[in-house]
């Protein structure tokens, strides 16, 4: 079946830290790839997305590459900041699915 | 204007009573869902509808029924209320097919807290 794996929270960094969270899916078509974000006590925000392989989104600095060959969609950004504390979500949507299946979600504190 | 507004936001109830969540959508989707929001922030889908017609219900408990009056409109009802069903449940849409990549819209949550 479907599943996404996200490395473990919480990560902590200094304001103006590089930021990798880690994210890895197994799918059994073409899916699409998605990064989530929800902040403390709200909803769930669209970051970024891509849709095919060596696809690259990209949103408020962030970044993630689709690579096919090594199933990943890791989520980058160059300096964070004390507003970029909160819960990030990888998933994915499989060719022909409707549902969204998503990884375990990795909180991010940001420290000034 | 709030794409996927879903109320109440915040619901404190009482183990046994009954209780509805309302959505409405105003992106013109054809395609709704529920999705549960546990404590360890573990998202799970629980329905899915497109044009009014349910098409994925995973392996929720018959106490959780959804109904949709229209496409634009997905409520949930919970019977019953037990202390596990204390989450936050999501509202979501989006516009098929999902081949395409369709981003799914979600709303701000519902937080359901039973005691």
């Known amino acids: 079946g479907n599943s996404v794996t996200q490395m473990e929270g919480p990560v902590t960094l200094s304001e103006e830290a590089f930021l990798t969270i880690n994210c890895t899916y197994t799918?059994?078509?073409?899916?699409?790839l998605f990064w989530y974000v929800q902040y403390p006590g709200e909803g769930l925000q669209l970051l970024l997305k891509?849709?095919?392989?060596?696809d690259k989104g990209s949103n408020k600095g962030f970044e993630a590459t689709y690579r096919k060959e090594t199933t990943s969609f890791h989520l980058e950004k160059g300096s964070v900041q004390v507003s970029d504390s909160a819960v990030y979500f990888c998933?994915?949507?499989?060719?022909?699915?409707?549902?969204?299946?998503f990884g375990t979600g990795t909180r991010l504190l940001v420290s000034p | 204007d709030t794409a996927v507004s879903q109320t109440p936001k915040y619901l404190v109830t009482q183990m046994g009573n009954d209780k509805s969540i309302k959505c409405e959508q105003n992106l013109g989707h054809d395609t709704m869902y529920w999705y549960k929001q546990d404590s360890k922030k573990f998202l799970k889908i629980m329905f899915s509808?497109?044009?009014?017609?349910?098409?994925i219900n995973e392996t929720v408990p018959n106490r959780f029924s959804p109904k949709s009056p229209d496409k634009a409109h997905l409520n949930l009802h919970i019977n019953s209320l037990e202390l596990g069903d204390s989450a936050v449940y999501f509202c979501a849409s989006s516009q098929e097919p999902a081949s395409s990549g369709n981003t799914i819209y979600f709303g701000e949550g519902s937080w359901l807290t039973v005691v």
């Open positions: 998933a994915l949507r499989d060719t022909g699915f409707q549902k969204l299946v």
């Open positions: 509808y497109n044009n009014k017609e349910l098409i």
């Open positions: 891509a849709t095919k392989a060596d």
């Open positions: 799918a059994t078509g073409y899916p699409s």
